[in-house]
């Protein structure tokens, strides 16, 4: 069975005299873990935590925590349900984010310090990882994205083909440099592709959402929302993005529907981010495509949001501490997670991965599950591993790695039976990118013995071979059209080699293949020539009608205006009559002539 869970992380409780947060972490601010599928409701929670938001990172083993307004993380072991460390920083952390498989930690800090350098001239305010770990995209509160390479910055070496900055003493600068929105970025999403398409998604204060190539740095496509957009969400396909807003409400963004192009136009479902015409253009979404909760209890802004695995279920955090679920195939309001909201805003949603899907190779991308097993979390060490003395590309010496295995080592299994719990030839056909070749062979085999023609006295073929001196067990193998069977009996004669049976054989399948391909498209193209003539017919016979109809509505409107028909008319106005219902009979009996002839065939 599978079961669906996510997390939620709340800020400190608002006073509600000063109408501001309390500095120090209040009893009641928490991490909380949730159960959706099955069966919805809380399940456990990590005490004495207040995030703010994207100051939430969760891996399989821990739960990483910014504290609001202090330069502390909270690092909360997820197996034993409990706090395993605090890590203190050199000032105010404003974000958080996992990559490397949930084995590296990006910060972004209030000076604008990514981990290692400064990068951004004000606070950082979200950060986003893609996939595999390639890039990182840090946004910041003077409006400017900056796209890093992972592997550069977790390098030692200082030649790398990356560009530096010769201001900072020679540190990494970044790749790219997306500076298009004017105000503070809210937030930021990057697509689940592994490829060189993939996009990210930010939003900013100046009520825009921009849809990035970060890879290549370019923009793709603008959106004009109608208020500030404070989080996102890309659907697991990404063919849509949420966003939420002050009042509560959220906004649907479909990528592939041309209706978002308002008055642009659009071609239909089609992706139209990479084409060049309308990356310039500002698109603003339809009226119809902000969806509004319909729950009598002010739930507040939306300050997190997050989509299920299959991009079915809509979860948003709101500043009143509720949790509202959304259908997205509906786009309607759905329900509350729970009836009584947390003691605290939402800040930060995140699901987890999903569990109860079979262990096996295809399925291991959905469950994320690392073959190392983080036992403790490391405090960083500031200012630890200085210049490695003019020497490049040099591990310091007192750099360690420490990494357990969270499963044994697969073992050489000698047993012609194989291994206990190895996959089954479905399961490894199912998940193998192409059919595996030993099914190809075994197939081709299966099918050559079921085509295989048997030896009687209409077949010389056969005939001969059975009165040859090899027969017998070498003749009844010739039958049997194998890829890579010996050639036995031109080995046996002597002489100028002549065509074996097994060549002739298949020769003649080959001609008998192609006889059968030219049938197969004689018969398609007759079907298609019968297939237009009878819709000549239906068409010739409805415009005859057509003209019947018209006909017999003249006479009536002659009749209504006061000019009597005389009997004549009325005899001959019954003679169309006749004549309408005597072509149709004649028409009739031509489809049913066709069809009775396309059955004979």
């Not at 970044?174 to 937030?187: E, F, M, N, V, Y």
């Not at 939306?302 to 509202?324: E, K, P, Q, R």
Request: proline share 5%; with cysteine.
């Amino acid at each position: 069975m599978l079961t669906e869970n996510f997390i939620a992380s709340i800020s400190a409780p608002t006073n509600a005299n000063t109408n501001a947060s309390s500095t120090a972490t209040a009893k009641d601010a928490a991490i909380f873990l949730y159960e959706l599928q099955p069966s919805s409701g809380p399940r456990s929670l990590f005490k004495k935590s207040a995030t703010l938001q994207n100051g939430l990172a969760v891996s399989e083993s821990h739960v990483f925590a910014a504290q609001e307004g202090k330069a502390v993380v909270h690092v909360y072991n997820r197996e034993k349900g409990s706090q395993e460390a605090t890590v203190p920083f050199l000032e105010r952390i404003c974000s958080v984010s996992s990559a490397c498989d949930d084995t590296v930690l990006v910060v972004g800090t209030e000076g604008g310090r990514v981990i290692l350098w400064e990068s951004h001239l004000q606070p950082i305010t979200s950060l986003a990882v893609d996939p595999p770990s390639s890039f990182l995209l840090s946004g910041s509160e003077d409006g400017s994205i900056h796209v890093w390479s992972l592997p550069d910055l977790l390098s030692f070496s200082s030649s790398t083909s990356f560009p530096t900055s010769t201001d900072d003493g020679g540190q990494r600068a970044p790749r790219h440099t997306l500076s298009t929105h004017h105000g503070a970025i809210t937030a930021l999403a990057v697509g689940h592709g592994y490829g060189a398409a993939n996009i990210a998604v930010s939003a900013s204060k100046d009520k825009s959402c921009i849809i990035w190539d970060y890879q290549n740095g370019s923009l793709l496509s603008t959106y004009l929302m109608s208020e500030t957009p404070l989080c996102l969400a890309l659907d697991p396909a990404d063919r849509a993005f949420w966003t939420g807003y002050e009042d509560g409400s959220i906004q649907f963004v479909d990528l592939y529907s041309s209706q978002n192009r308002g008055q642009n136009g659009g071609i239909g479902r089609v992706n139209m981010l990479y084409v060049e015409e309308t990356a310039t253009t500002p698109i603003q979404p339809l009226p119809n495509t902000r969806w509004h909760h319909s729950s009598s209890v002010d739930l507040g802004a939306t300050l997190s949001i997050d989509t299920s695995y299959d991009g079915s279920i809509l979860l948003t955090g709101h500043a009143s501490g509720n949790i509202g679920s959304w259908d997205v195939a509906r786009g309607k309001f759905d329900k509350l997670i729970a009836s009584t909201p947390l003691p605290g805003p939402v800040t930060n949603l995140k699901f987890l991965p999903v569990e109860g899907f079979p262990l096996t190779s295809a399925f291991r991308s959905s469950t994320r599950k690392s073959n190392i097993t983080m036992q403790s979390v490391v405090k960083p060490q500031y200012a630890a591993f200085g210049i490695n003395e003019g020497r490049e590309d040099v591990v310091p010496g007192n750099y360690a790695v420490t990494a357990q295995p969270s499963t044994q080592l697969p073992a050489t299994h000698f047993s012609a039976a194989g291994a206990d719990g190895e996959e089954s030839a479905f399961e490894a056909a199912l998940i193998h990118s192409t059919f595996p070749s030993s099914m190809l062979e075994a197939g081709i085999a299966e099918l050559a013995d079921w085509t295989a023609t048997p030896r009687t006295e209409s077949n010389p073929i056969s005939a001969a071979s059975a009165k040859a001196p090899s027969a017998g067990a070498a003749a009844a193998e010739e039958d049997f059209m194998a890829l890579d069977a010996p050639e036995v009996a031109a080995q046996a004669q002597p002489g100028p080699q002549q065509p074996t049976l097994s060549e002739q054989n298949q020769d003649l399948q080959r001609r008998v293949s192609s006889l059968q391909s030219v049938v197969k498209v004689s018969f398609k193209q007759l079907e298609e020539l019968r297939r237009e003539a009878k819709e000549w017919k239906r068409e010739r016979l409805e415009m005859q009608k057509a003209r019947y109809a018209k006909a017999e509505r003249g006479w009536a409107r002659l009749g209504v205006n006061g000019l009597p028909a005389s009997e004549d008319e009325g005899e001959s106005g019954s003679g169309s009559e006749s004549q309408v219902s005597g072509s149709q009979e004649e028409e009739e009996d031509e489809a049913e002539e066709d069809d009775a002839e396309s059955g004979e065939d």
